[in-house]
């Protein structure tokens, strides 16, 4: 157990639903001054110069910008537009992800359950229709999960009831399902001329530990900084090369650690599955330690 009151009085953290997010951040832009919200439209085209750049939208029009910002995915067409290239590991791993009710409360816990293929992942969400509920990330090796995706309804149910040790008990299926493939991935540089990559444009994770939103944020949380720092340099070399140097060393290692926590959470052997039980165990008994790995996972600590 992990528990949040060895840090802080506050919990880790919240979890809301994707289509509860979208819509509160979309109804905020709408109503921000100086904001051009365009729901739906995409980019096209990326063309850059010294003092500023030229961006073609899929509605035909162009805009013209001193920066870009570049929130458009891992497979990002501004990142691929300006020549940046990416480092990618892929793990033979798929997950498969989903809502759930359960008899038993969750108790605002998170839970992860590590086997052979990956962890399956137990998050707590608001109840639903009066039942108590959790999103379900279940990472597995791709056939596996593939078959599982494919399986009815019952079925897939009971292959998950089984995978969680019934520690919630029987669990229900409670949304579409989805499937993922799992990839660890960083851009090579964070910006380019005119351009910042942020978020899953700059760096992919497995979903463990919560980090990919966590170091969004951190990216956002240095470009913003450096903007009101230094307002006139606003997307020249100087402010980009240092939104690279502040970002990119916490990325690589983050990314790092997670591709080997990923690669130690698919373990078979059982020697090895022992060793890796030894090995949170002794992360856990060491109260410093255990500390640390928190504050780490909250990016309150680099």
């Excluded at 992860?112 to 992942?121: A, D, Q, W």
């Excluded at 540089?189 to 497995?206: D, I, K, N, Q």
Aim: with cysteine.
């Amino acid at each position: 157990d992990f528990d949040a009151e060895d840090i802080s009085e506050r919990p880790f953290g919240w979890n809301l639903p994707n289509w509860l997010l979208r819509r509160e951040i979309s109804a905020h832009l709408q109503e921000m001054p100086g904001v051009d919200y365009r729901p739906g439209t995409g980019t096209t085209t990326l063309f850059t110069r010294e003092a500023s750049a030229r961006v073609g939208l899929s509605d035909g029009s162009h805009a013209s910008v001193r920066l870009v910002v570049a929130a458009d995915g891992r497979n990002s067409p501004m990142r691929r537009a300006a020549g940046i290239g990416v480092k990618t590991t892929r793990f033979g791993q798929k997950a498969l992800a989903f809502a759930v009710t359960h008899p038993i409360p969750h108790g605002n816990v998170s839970t992860e359950i590590h086997r052979t293929g990956g962890p399956f992942t137990l998050v707590p969400l608001p109840d639903l229709d009066g039942q108590p509920s959790s999103a379900v990330v279940w990472m597995e090796e791709g056939p596996k999960a593939e078959a599982l995706f494919k399986l009815d309804t019952p079925d897939l149910e009971a292959a998950m009831s089984e995978r969680s040790c019934h520690i919630l008990g029987p669990l229900k299926l409670a949304s579409q399902r989805t499937l993922w493939p799992i990839i660890a991935q960083h851009a090579e540089r964070l910006s380019g001329e005119r351009l910042a990559l942020v978020a899953e444009a700059a760096h992919v994770v497995p979903p463990i530990g919560a980090q990919g939103l966590n170091m969004s944020l951190n990216d956002l949380r240095a470009l913003h900084e450096l903007a009101i720092r230094t307002p006139d340099r606003l997307g020249d070399r100087q402010m980009l090369a240092s939104y690279h140097r502040q970002r990119i060393v916490d990325i690589r290692a983050r990314v790092a650690g997670i591709t080997l926590l990923n690669r130690t959470s698919m373990l078979s052997a059982p020697p090895l599955r022992d060793a890796r039980a030894k090995a949170l165990d002794a992360f856990y008994g060491i109260a410093p330690v255990r500390r640390t790995l928190m504050q780490l996972g909250l990016g309150t600590r680099t």
